[in-house]
T-cell receptor
Framework: GAVVSQHPSRVICKSGTSVKIECRSLDFQATTMFWYRQFPKQSLMLMATSNEGSKATYEQGVEKDKFLINHASLTLSTLTVTSAHPEDSSFYIC???????????FGPGTRLTVT | QKEVEQNSGPLSVPEGAIASLNCTYSDRGSQSFFWYRQYSGKSPELIMSIYSNGDKEDGRFTAQLNKASQYVSLLIRDSQPSDSATYLCAVNPGGGADGLTFGKGTHLIIQP
């Protein structure tokens, strides 16, 4: 299957600071990438869809000004958590698909802890 | 609101037996269906995808889809202790351009 990387794997930051997470498709070009969030003991929830060269589409209830997404190239999407708060602590996972295939492949995830 | 339902388990199965995992979904127009395996603390790993009614086999795994009943299942034959994980059912409303809606997952335990 397709390979997706994510960096960093783990980050601890102080409340009020911003954190950037990178998602890369390593062996294919991904016109669309997706960002999910998973809280402990819960399933994955889609946050936003990232389209190369255009604005991201956010799911209902996700603050677009807090979670900034930039999909500047066919292999890279970034998620910036701005003014992070302890309630933003979660497991953030990106996925990408290799069109025209329908399958989404997930990166290894980034565990964010806000103190 | 689109929903995907799974029994959270835990589902305990003896080693070597068949594990049967089930999933129902609410959006009748859904077209793409996936099973992911997630180990504790790790990200999901794609196990199977299925798009048409019927069965799809890949090694020890068989996915079954019944769109009329809005039902997807995953069978794992010759279960191994390494199959112990949470299995997530995911549904895509269209041909792949949309994000996935996940069920809460079924925790599977394979007993040696």
């Amino acid at each position: 299957g397709a390979v997706v990387s994510q960096h960093p794997s783990r980050v601890i930051c102080k409340s009020g600071t911003s954190v950037k997470i990178e998602c890369r498709s390593l062996d294919f070009q991904a016109t669309t990438m997706f960002w999910y969030r998973q809280f402990p003991k819960q399933s994955l929830m889609l946050m936003a869809t990232s389209n190369e060269g255009s604005k991201a589409t956010y799911e209902q209830g996700v603050e677009k000004d807090k979670f900034l997404i930039n999909h500047a190239s066919l292999t890279l999407s970034t998620l910036t958590v701005t003014s992070a708060h302890p309630e933003d602590s979660s497991f953030y996972i990106c996925s990408a698909r290799d069109p025209p295939l329908r399958e989404q492949y997930f990166g290894p995830g980034t565990r964010l802890t806000v103190t | 609101q689109k929903e995907v339902e799974q029994n959270s388990g835990p589902l305990s199965v003896p080693e070597g037996a068949i594990a049967s995992l089930n999933c129902t979904y609410s959006d009748r127009g859904s077209q793409s269906f996936f099973w992911y395996r997630q180990y504790s603390g790790k990200s999901p790993e794609l196990i199977m995808s299925i798009y048409s009614n019927g069965d799809k086999e890949d090694g020890r795994f068989t996915a079954q889809l019944n769109k009329a009943s809005q039902y997807v299942s995953l069978l794992i034959r010759d279960s191994q202790p390494s199959d112990s994980a949470t299995y997530l059912c995911a549904v895509n409303p269209g041909g792949g351009a949309d994000g996935l809606t996940f069920g809460k997952g079924t925790h599977l335990i394979i007993q040696p």
